[in-house]
């Protein structure tokens, strides 16, 4: 499955190699309207940093991280930390994980995030202080921690 999985990881959300002929979609979505000028614009997941969605099969079908052996998963950290008080969102969109804001402290709130190991919380949180981390297998959702509208990732 490796092999015929890496050899997917060019194709376009219709299921076409980069460059090939692309009849595509004429709805909304990431081509907006589909491949432009009739050619497949390839895969567009590994440049948007977020979620586990890494390519689609000849047929359209998503193909997941979790597909991947588990030496190529990507690895999470767990992070605490204090942000801005009055806007405790990250300054980049989208961020590699979800995030929640789970409480505020006199003169800050109190953020936890899910990064990529070897991402830093200051490149999505510049003010962040009091940073806790911790390597974990994957992300977990919870009734306190749900998973967020936005997050298109398919772990928890």
């Known amino acids: ?43 567009p997941w590994p440049a948007t940093e977020g979620g586990d969605r890494i390519g689609t099969t000849v047929y359209g079908v998503p193909i997941l991280q979790a597909d991947l052996p588990a030496e190529g998963r990507p690895r999470w950290i767990r992070s605490r930390f204090r942000a801005e008080l009055d806007d405790y969102r990250p300054v980049r969109w989208p961020p590699p994980g979800p995030y929640w804001c789970t409480g505020y402290g006199e003169d800050h709130s109190v953020v936890v995030a899910y990064l990529r190991l070897g991402d830093e919380v200051t490149a999505w949180w510049p003010e962040a202080s009091g940073v806790d981390a911790e390597e974990c297998e994957g992300i977990t959702f919870t009734s306190r921690f749900a998973r967020p509208d936005w997050w298109t990732g398919m772990e928890g």
């Open 1 to 43: 499955m490796a092999e015929a999985t890496l050899a997917d990881l060019d194709r376009c959300p219709h299921g076409r190699h980069k460059g090939d002929t692309c009849a595509g979609h004429r709805g909304p979505g990431l081509f907006r309207g589909g491949c432009q000028g009739g050619l497949s614009l390839g895969n």
